[in-house]
């Protein structure tokens, strides 16, 4: 069951406390151990707006957007790179999302309970081992996807993935829906509502289809998590991954992420 303060899938609060330097030069917290509920602000502090990057990013600049994160360490531009097709943010796939090593993955945190987060992905795999899409991550046991991928039968197509405790399972199955061959692009989207999410797709950017899962939002938080493993500490990303089992670092193409953040009271209920 979840503590009855609820289900956390924005990860831990940041708390702010004053800090003082005692005269031998080590650092104390004003209050004690607990420190204090209220602290008197600077009196020359000056106001600023909160950054909460709500907005597309077309990947023309040279560096990536400092909201971005990679998995426990950087990536090197023999992973990641900006420049190799300009206006793209390429990733030259790696190991899988559930891999404790090397990932191709690239994603920005949860910063909202409502928010829809979109990619633009031109890929074209040609083996059941690569795969690129946008996923919902919280640690490697833990996250789903909805993802370009190679199917034996019907060639490209876009699969859902869901990764729940290290158990992994394909919404679609055994029939996946094939991607158009003329189609340059695939367009991904994941709109988060509160206590669930689901899936799109477009191959135009205009008309979107809803994939068939809804997905339970608390099933990435720490709460949930920690009813198997003793240790959950961050909170959910979303984000860009590219998968190549094969070690061929196939490269997939994103034109652009866009993160849009919306009041609760947006469609005046959940879904």
């Known amino acids: ?5 609820g289900w956390c899938p924005l990860g831990r609060e940041t708390g702010i406390q004053k800090v003082i330097w005692d005269d031998d030069g080590w650092p104390h917290i004003v209050g004690g151990h607990k420190g204090m509920v209220e602290v008197e602000a ?18 023309d600049s040279s560096e990536l957007n400092l909201h971005f994160q990679t998995l426990r360490i950087p990536l090197t ?13 390429r990733l030259y796939g790696r190991q899988s999302l559930m891999s404790t090593f090397l990932q191709a993955h690239v994603a920005r945190r949860w910063q909202s309970f409502t928010f829809d987060a979109e990619t633009k992905l031109a890929y074209r795999p040609k083996n059941i081992q690569q795969f690129a899409g946008l996923c919902c991550y919280f640690n490697t046991k833990n996250w789903t996807c909805i993802q370009v991928a190679w199917h034996e039968k019907y060639g490209r197509v876009i699969d859902v993935v869901g990764t729940e405790l290290g158990r992994s399972h394909s919404i679609y199955e055994e029939e996946p829906v094939p991607v158009p061959k003329d189609a340059e692009y695939v367009y991904l989207k994941v709109q988060v509502r509160g206590i669930s999410y689901r899936y799109l797709y477009s191959f135009d950017g205009v008309t979107w289809m809803e994939t068939p899962c809804l997905f339970d939002s608390a099933k990435l938080s720490e709460e949930y998590i920690k009813t198997v493993y003793d240790a959950a500490f961050t909170g959910d990303f979303t984000g860009m991954f590219s998968v190549d089992g094969l070690g061929t670092a196939l490269p997939a193409d994103f034109d652009y992420f ?7 009271e947006i469609d005046g209920k959940y879904i």
Do not use: N
Request: proline fraction near 5%.
């Open 1 to 5: 069951m979840a503590d009855v303060r």
């Open 258 to 264: 866009s993160y849009e953040e919306f009041d609760m």
């Open 42 to 59: 600077p009196t020359d502090a000056i106001a600023s707006e909160k950054d909460l990057y709500s907005g597309k990013d077309d990947f």
């Open 77 to 89: 531009e023999d992973t990641l790179s900006l420049q190799d097709r300009p206006g793209h943010l």
